[in-house]
């Protein structure tokens, strides 16, 4: 059974791949069961076509899915929310993974809805992450992220003394982080930031402006450590 997983897999990924010396024929049989269960529960509820697998795990809630974006071989983790209400919504890309625990949401507010969070092929988005869309996210191919990401396109003005914050104006400037990135665990991304292909930034770091291609970001707030 192992040897025709892996095929099966290799073929998928376009690339030779093997189980671990550890992993057990039972094992994969628990892990295939699995994945079973999770392609009926993404049909149920999304009634995706046949040429399409959404692994949806169990305890998650969608929010205004006609503006929800899903393409093939997509893994959403256990208890995950996502909101599509915004003026181009949610997309997932081939091959994307969002962690358990994580919420994708594009407007908090009905008076003034988000723009979207697009998400390319093979990024992975690492567990009790939030992603907001009032402003333009994208995240760009091959990108993996840790645990606790967090990224905020929105910012709050406060000029005005005699009117309360929560009721002031907001900016929307967006964030983009680019391909093949590797953004460690717990790292808050701020609005109008854009971080190019290549980067790595260190985990814990407040990204709070844009760094070129090949930076190793780290720091509070984030400062370029070295080019790559």
């Known amino acids: 059974m192992k040897s025709i997983v892996e095929k099966i897999i290799s073929k998928k990924n376009k690339s030779p791949f093997k189980f671990d010396a550890n992993i057990k024929s039972s094992d994969i049989f628990v892990l295939t069961l699995n994945n079973l269960m999770r392609l009926i529960r993404g049909k149920s509820i999304f009634g995706l076509k046949k040429n399409k697998l959404l692994f949806l795990d169990k305890g998650c809630r969608f929010l205004f899915r006609r503006n929800i974006i899903i393409e093939k071989n997509v893994r959403i983790g256990r208890y995950c929310s996502l909101s599509g209400l915004g003026k181009n919504g949610i997309t997932l890309k081939n091959n994307v993974s969002i962690g358990s625990f994580s919420s994708l949401i594009t407007s908090m507010t009905f008076n003034k809805t ?47 003394k005699d009117k309360p914050i929560r ?62």
């Open 167 to 228: 009721l002031q104006e907001t900016t929307r400037k967006g964030i983009c982080i680019g391909e093949n990135c590797w953004i460690g665990a717990k790292v808050t991304f701020l609005d109008g930031v854009k971080i190019g292909d290549n980067c790595i930034v260190a985990a814990g770091a407040v990204v709070n402006k844009s760094f070129p291609n090949n930076s190793l970001i780290g720091g509070v707030p984030a400062k370029l450590i070295k080019s790559i």
């Open 114 to 160: 988000g723009h979207s969070i697009f998400i390319d092929e093979n990024v992975g988005i690492g567990e009790y992450s939030y992603i907001g869309g009032a402003g333009p996210v994208m995240i760009g191919k091959d990108t993996i992220t840790g645990q606790y990401l967090s990224i905020h396109p929105e910012n709050h003005t406060f000029n005005l």
